[in-house]
């Protein structure tokens, strides 16, 4: 089943374009990324699932209930990360939690216990004293206190240090072994690479691909070379040249790869695994050409 | 309740603010009264108001020669004007709930949780509702006390026309915070809404001018909440039932547009 279901969803704001087109699904217990440029669309997105914003077409769900119509049900089990974090000022951390709690049928105050000490979170300050990480820790510690199915998180890691990202992460991982469905947006395109099952590319409000990180877990190649003849085989394709140095990207066993390089008379070569950003690059440089 | 609790979180420090300014503005003005007693101050103001052009005295709501020498006139001819600033800050107050929270972002601390916009809207209302009424309660005791301090009314007497004063007030308050609400969930962002509030409650007060001074206009009277509340023609009169009426229906109104309004409304980011 899956956990969020998005399909064909329209957003306008009067006539300029929000998204358009945007379908993709998250499954149970994966953790899903979400990229793309700022103002691509993500965020929008984002609002519609949580009902923020209303959707000018197309529909989305999760846990099958519908966005607009079941909203309240579906925050009964799920949980949010704001990109920005903007509580209210004036009360302290404890408060704020005290108040998020309050919204849950249950209890929740063990585990906000262990998610404060785990982040190390002073939950004696005001709101306007933390910094910028620890406004996220509060965000993070609301949203995952009441034990969601789902978590839908905008940018979570900015602001926090190198070591809490990790902790986020490693605590990110044991919720989804736990079942839970995260939607992860992010710029950092090394953290979704690292953590993510899936990935939907977004651009100008349009979804470019959806793809499964276990192809780029077992990547393609990146070769560059340098002089030497042109090479060519259908499985390898030319990404850019400039004077006598080409860029491929390479799909096939070694043995065919270093027979290629071979008869091509080469003065030099280097070869690499395909990673996240250069997909990205790919996938969003093509979109320039057009 | 837990909008309810937080909505009062976030506001009584401005409530607190508000209830020690008027209290203090309502006591020394009843402060005063003693020295509106003596015969050099009765001959003064005698001489001042027989001077005045009766279409000014209609519009600082003085009908017929008031004699000041007697506390309900003199405090009642004062809380009109006291009466303009709680309407400002009672339409602030619901002007603010939404929109404010809009603007800074903090409502998106609320929308991400189990609550429907329709129950914000009502909690946060009634949240509002609940610090009007303290204020009221705080005034209440105060011009009680100032009424027995420096008037000659014994203690039923003076709460009483205290009652009759502030729920009448009360009761203008509502409208006030009714529109207040409406114009919270249209407006998308707080900035400028002071100046919106301002126009409102001095719109509607001007309102209630024109249809004393032009003739032609008097049925404007019945949409200035102010003029339903004038001091002279509440002790005789009290409220007109016409006026309970446009009061409860545009209650009604500015509640049941604001609550579907709300319901469709898009967070602005």
């Known amino acids: 089943m899956d956990a969020i279901q998005i399909s064909n969803l329209k957003k306008y ?34 609002r519609i699932l949580l009902n923020f914003i209303f959707p000018s077409g197309g529909f989305a769900t999760i846990w099958s209930k519908d966005v607009v119509k079941e909203s309240k049900e579906i925050k009964k089990s799920t949980g949010y990360v704001p990109s920005d974090v903007r509580f209210y000022e004036d009360m302290t951390v404890r408060s704020l939690i005290r108040v998020s709690n309050g919204f849950y049928s249950s209890s929740h105050e063990e585990e906000a216990d262990r998610l404060c000490k785990l982040f190390e979170l002073d939950r004696a300050k005001k709101f306007y004293e933390l910094s910028m990480g620890n406004k996220k820790k509060v965000a993070v510690v609301c949203a995952l206190a009441a034990k969601p199915k789902v978590l839908i998180l905008d940018e979570p890691t900015n602001g926090l240090d190198p070591m809490m990202q990790k902790q986020l992460f490693t605590e990110l991982k044991n919720q989804s072994t736990n079942g839970v469905s995260i939607l992860l947006s992010s710029h950092n395109l090394g953290e979704v690479q690292e953590y993510c099952q899936r990935v939907a ?8 691909a959806v793809t499964d990180l276990k192809e780029i877990h077992q990547p393609h190649k990146i070769v560059t070379t340098w002089g030497g003849k042109d090479i ?5 394709q030319l990404l850019k040249q400039k004077e006598v140095k080409r860029v491929f990207r390479y799909q096939g066993n070694s043995v065919l790869l ?22 990205f690059m790919d996938l969003y440089g093509k979109e320039e050409e057009q | 309740m837990n909008v309810f609790r937080l909505e009062l979180k976030n506001t009584w420090k401005n409530t607190l603010r508000w209830a020690i300014a008027l209290s203090g503005i309502t006591f020394t003005i009843l402060a005063f009264f003693p020295s509106m007693q003596t015969e050099s101050m009765k001959e003064l103001t005698g001489a001042k108001m027989e001077g005045l052009d009766p279409a000014l005295m209609e519009v600082m709501g003085l ?5 000041f020498t007697v506390i309900t006139n003199f405090f009642g001819y004062v809380l009109q004007y006291i009466t303009l600033a709680i309407m400002m800050l009672v339409t602030q107050l619901a002007v603010n709930s939404l929109v404010k929270e809009e603007t800074d972002g903090t409502i998106e601390f609320l929308y991400s949780k189990s609550v429907s916009r329709s129950t914000i809207l009502l909690q946060k209302t009634l949240a509002n509702v609940f610090s009007f009424l303290s204020i009221l309660v705080v005034l209440c005791i105060i011009t009680v006390m100032g009424y027995l301090f420096y008037g000659d009314y014994n203690f039923a007497e003076s709460i009483k026309e205290v009652v009759v004063f502030y729920s009448s007030i009360l009761f203008v308050g509502l409208v006030f915070m009714a ?13 400028g809404s002071s100046g919106i509030v301002i126009a409102i409650v001095f719109g509607t007060f001007i309102l209630g001018v024109m249809g004393v001074v032009i003739d032609d206009l008097s049925l404007l009277s019945y949409f200035s909440p102010m003029d339903w509340i004038k001091t002279q023609k509440l002790m005789t009169e009290g409220i007109k039932m016409e006026e309970w009426l446009v009061g409860i229906l545009t209650i009604l109104i500015c509640y049941i547009s604001a609550r579907e309004v709300y319901k469709r409304k898009d967070l602005h980011s």
């Open chain 2, 179 to 191: 529109l207040g609400v409406l114009l919270s969930t249209l407006l998308k962002s707080s900035k």
């Open chain 1, 258 to 279: 270093l027979k290629l390089l071979h008869q091509a008379d080469l003065e030099d070569v280097t070869i690499e695994n395909e990673s996240l950003e250069e997909r």
């Open chain 1, 13 to 46: 704001y009067g006539k300029s374009l929000g998204v358009e087109e945007v379908s993709f699904s998250v499954k149970e217990g994966e953790i899903f990324g979400f990229v793309g440029p700022n103002g691509a669309g993500k965020s929008t997105t984002i």
């Open chain 1, 232 to 236: 060519i085989h259908p499985s390898i």
């Open chain 1, 201 to 208: 590319f977004i651009k100008q409000g349009k979804i470019l």
């Open chain 2, 63 to 67: 009908s017929e020669l008031v004699d």
